[in-house]
């Protein structure tokens, strides 16, 4: 137990709920750094999220309409990137589960051993302070597609990701669409994550599991639903990496004192606690921290054994640092 993260918690001290070591597993590199950071950059403000957005539709009606004209170019994409690593030092998080969608790819005319390279150097860049672990993004709907299909599998092969995403709207694929795709990463040794169950369906949680055979589920809240679901996640120790703000405001649960996380918890189900989209939900981690406390979800105690356990399960279940020691 560490006594100053929950003081820090209890005060209300967010410099020393910061300085606590983290980890954030759930966080898309193009979406990572704070609003204000860009806007800095820019020179010029941007538009604010509503607080509460109409699900994934009108989170990317919001990307489209306000971020993608100013952001959506190679510069923009890398000056995020880095960008968001230094927000999640200034948090404290010390592990750093960052996708990279596969459609950046369209920035790199050398491809994926030019995007590569970059990734790298940010790896090597911060490693001082930050163990970046790159993470392959893939969006449902290029499932449909065979050109991204392929850079998927390319990018596999690339040996700089070591874990993959599936994200975006779910009626895009079914995760059968992708089995193959997971099976390939799993042979290189990469950790199998998907987003599932951000808006319902215990049921699908379980399916998408087992057809991909997930390590970890991209918030998968929904799960709290069936008892049964749970109680085999738990068993299966299936670790599901919760955003709670972003499920506030694209309208997966009402409020924050209502999270299911809590649910999830007292059932056994290990959860992380983690960002998403910084730029758009605008919470670090310690933040949601802070905020589960506040909002009466969890006790400072509680909140410490989750931070703690995360970084016990992320350290050493995927203890691969890609970089092969000089
Ligand atoms: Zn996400």
Redesign the pocket.
Known sequence: MSIDFIEALSTDNLTAISAAPKTDV?C?SFLSTRREKAENWLGYPLIKPPFKMKGLEGMHAYIGEVLAPHLDHREGFEFIAASAINDAIQDGVVILEMSFDIRLLKFYLGGGTELRSFIEALVEQYREKIDLRPELGFARECANDPKWMKSAYEAIELDIFQSIDL?SHQEACAPEAVQSLYTNARAVGMKLKA?VGEFGGAEEVRQTVEILDLDEV??GIAAAESVEIMQWLSENQIQLNV?PT?NVMLGGIPDLASHPIRILFDHGVPVTINT??LMIFGQSVSEEYRNLYQAGVFSADELDNIRLASLATVGARFPRPYIKEK
Do not use: F, G, K, N
């Open positions: 759930h898309h994200y987003h991209q918030h955003c972003s998403d989209d």
